[in-house]
């Protein structure tokens, strides 16, 4: 009992005398070695000769202390391998770096990684990939792919004060919520937000309302507005705010009153154009209070989130600390790329070439069973599912994760996509994967509030004859190679893939959210809410996963009214089981992944999700501008004043005049953006009701005149006309 019985069985007359006895003796060795040091730590020698000089097995058993044959501490070598050194102690809080160290192995992620290549870079060292700390884990073997005095790519912010208060442009992620705030798209029509509910003390309520005032001071994206043009606008000064206190009945009356305060917080952010984009409440009932707090999250990430609790409770009780020097609009500006020096402009083309060759091979996004057309849902709600994973299971499986040169955020993703592939019956899918790397374009970036979310896009093959371990690490390998050309987001990457048609011209309404690693630096005793939840226009699931002090925290949104009741449930359920199973089960042991036995029934035609913002068009536009029903099927030039009116319009809204009245707007360059204010500007010039969806679907000044001249001729306009 308690180990394990080794043993070889050899025909004698086979070998030369005493063969067997030293390979055995060698293996008995190797074996004690493996279980003396981790195995990400070090370089392992593995069935490496020995020559003993006697020709016959005289096992050695390593020390515990020093495995025999292990490569001891060794400083660095030279200036690369010193720089290097320096940067993994100041990223990991290592003080001593040895050249045989692992990054892994010394508690690198993703995104250290991440921070890791930008400070390279700009510094002058090339050839730094995020790609590249996979296949060669230590810092020698890293240090030997990369060159110094290379070109200096500091990407630093351009100051510029006089412009803080002038409208600047949305990302590529605030645009795709901006437009999904818009009823066209199917289970759109609602603002991307993210609420909580925490018990706070009822003496505390003056304090919190000063804290949160102060705060709004501090961070100039809580003062921020979006035009009705789309741009974002930060506001030089805003009324101070008084945090109303809300005494809830006791009983059943009690439950309906917090229902309907809950109901009007999530739409009161629904017009972005109005201050302010969040909404706090004090609710009171038995005695006792909860601070409930809804962003948008156009203007604020996942990492502001954990910046403002962690500030709002400090400045309760301690002086306010130095306020952020960078400006958000610069800051933005800097982390985007649009007002920057330095090395922009290659890392992009070097990105959008990769996308581009990848476009083709990418698989489509689950096809999870429905149980509603996504169409019939007109008020999209969405419910939470939860786990807390405690404390020493979740430090059993980061441990576990480091040995085999996994992060944990892979090693959630990797469940996360066999979860949804077995309920898909799918061996192959696409998931958004959300970034929150901030590049170091100044010391401040990452105490600024804002929203610095980019997405790209994730995807994993599953091969049945792979173990369990094997797959996680091509998965990483996938990510990583990747994140090496992020420079182009998930969102472009979508539009692009709508506009040629093919496997992934549908969308991507699935997510992985991983804010693991995001808050080293904030203060983890700041106690998280009793209560969150979020909604995400366009999104039927959005996984989410945020460490604790006491463990880490998994949730799942979704969108309940669109699956078969009890779908996400036993989904959700799956897949806290398999992250629980990698504390106790061997990942390297053959574990080959096989489809869901019992897929829930889908509802007729159900499978394909219908427009989403984030391709910049609906499922069925591409490149491929073949007229749709309504209009004439005829092409060339546009024919009447009203079509060449549209065509004017359309020169106006994207610098290029349409030379055919079929030709389709996206692939003559462009962008939901561009088309939703081309529509927006028609419906202002004509008077009319335009369905924003429909121009997506098909996107030509036939169609789009068409639509005009039938709203016109049935006399159903109206006096200011709406998209």
């Not at 549908?506 to 992985?512: L, T």
């Not at 088309?675 to 098909?698: E, P």
Request: aromatic share 8%; net charge negative; glycine share 8%.
């Amino acid at each position: 009992a308690g180990g394990v019985l080794l043993s070889w069985d050899s025909v004698d007359e086979l070998f030369p005398d005493g063969l067997v006895d030293t390979m055995f003796a060698e293996y008995q060795e190797d074996i004690a070695r493996l279980a003396a040091r981790p195995w990400g730590s070090s370089t392992i020698s593995i069935g490496a000769p020995r020559d003993t000089g006697t020709g016959t097995a005289d096992p050695v058993v390593p020390s515990r202390g020093e495995p025999a044959g292990e490569p001891t501490y060794a400083p660095p070598r030279g200036e690369i391998e010193e720089i290097l050194a320096g940067l993994w102690s100041e990223l990991l809080g290592v003080d001593v770096i040895g050249r045989h160290d692992g990054f892994f192995a010394l508690g690198g992620d993703s995104l250290l990684a991440t921070r890791l290549t930008a400070r390279l870079r700009a510094q002058g060292i090339a050839g730094a990939k995020l790609a590249t700390l996979l296949s060669g884990p230590t810092l020698a073997e890293f240090a030997s792919t990369v060159t110094p005095h290379g070109a200096v790519h500091r990407t630093r912010i351009v100051a510029r004060p006089e412009q803080r208060f002038e409208p600047f442009p949305l990302t590529d992620v605030q645009e795709a919520y901006w437009i999904g705030r818009r009823g066209d798209f199917v289970l759109g029509g609602i603002p991307a937000l993210f609420g909580t509910e925490r018990e706070v003390d009822p003496a505390d309520a003056g304090r919190l309302e000063d804290a949160w005032n102060r705060l709004i001071e501090r961070h100039e994206m809580l003062r921020t507005i979006v035009t009705p043009e789309g741009q974002q606008r930060i506001l030089p000064t805003v009324p101070h705010v008084d945090i109303p206190v809300i005494e809830v009945s006791p009983g059943d009356r009690g439950d309906e009153e917090l229902e309907r305060v809950r109901e009007q917080m999530r739409h009161s952010t629904s017009d972005c154009t109005r201050w302010p984009l969040f909404d706090i409440r004090l609710l009171t009932r038995h005695g006792r209070s909860w601070l409930a707090v809804v962003f948008d999250t156009m203007i604020i990430d996942g990492a502001s989130m954990l910046t403002l609790f962690t500030e709002w409770e400090r400045l309760g009780v301690i002086d306010a600390e130095r306020g952020v020097v960078v400006s958000a609009t610069d800051a933005i500006a800097g982390w985007t790329g649009t007002d920057v020096a330095g090395g922009v402009s290659e890392r992009l083309a070097a990105a959008e070439q990769y996308w581009r060759d990848r476009i083709e091979s990418l698989p489509p996004g689950p096809r999870l069973p429905l149980g509603a057309e996504p169409s019939e849902v007109t008020a999209p709600r969405f419910r939470r599912r939860q786990f807390r994973l405690d404390a020493p299971g979740w430090r059993t499986i980061r441990e576990r994760a480091r040995r085999q040169g996994l992060t944990p955020s892979v090693v959630l993703l990797g469940c996360y996509i066999e979860t949804l592939a077995a309920q898909s019956r799918q061996t192959a899918l696409t998931v958004n994967l959300t970034l929150f790397d901030r590049p170091p374009v100044h010391p401040d970036i990452d105490r600024v509030v804002g929203d610095f979310t980019s997405l790209i896009l994730v995807a994993h093959e599953l091969r049945e004859d792979d173990t369990w371990l094997a797959r996680m690490q091509r998965l990483q390998k996938q990510v990583w190679r990747d994140m090496d050309h992020r420079e182009m987001s998930g969102v472009r990457v979508l539009r692009e893939a709508a506009q040629r048609g093919g496997r992934l011209a549908e969308a991507v309404p699935v997510v992985f959210t991983s804010m693991l690693g995001i808050d080293d630096a904030l203060d983890r005793r700041i106690r998280w809410p009793d209560h969150a939840w979020s909604q995400t226009p366009q999104v039927w699931l959005d996984h989410q996963a945020v460490e604790l002090h006491d463990g880490v925290l998994l949730t799942w949104d979704f969108v309940e009214d669109l699956f078969p009741s009890g779908l996400i449930d036993d989904m959700f359920d799956s897949y806290v089981t398999s992250v629980q199973r990698l504390a106790d089960v061997d990942w390297a042991l053959n574990t080959p992944w096989t489809p869901a036995g019992s897929a829930r029934s889908a509802s007729p035609g159900a499978q394909k999700p219908d427009a989403d913002p984030m391709t910049s068009s609906a499922s069925e536009s591409s490149s491929d501008s073949r007229p749709r029903p309504g209009a004439d099927e005829d092409a060339g030039a546009p024919r009447t004043e009203l079509e060449r009116e549209i065509a004017d319009m359309w020169r106006e809204t994207i610098g290029r005049s349409p030379s055919d009245r079929l030709e389709n707007f996206f692939a003559l360059g462009g962008d939901s953006l561009a088309g939703t204010r081309l529509v927006q500007a028609a419906v202002n010039r004509f008077g009319v009701d335009l369905s924003l969806r429909q121009f997506f679907g098909s996107p030509t000044v036939a169609h789009l005149a068409a639509a005009i001249d039938r709203e016109l001729s049935t006399n159903v306009s109206t006096s200011t006309g709406t998209i």
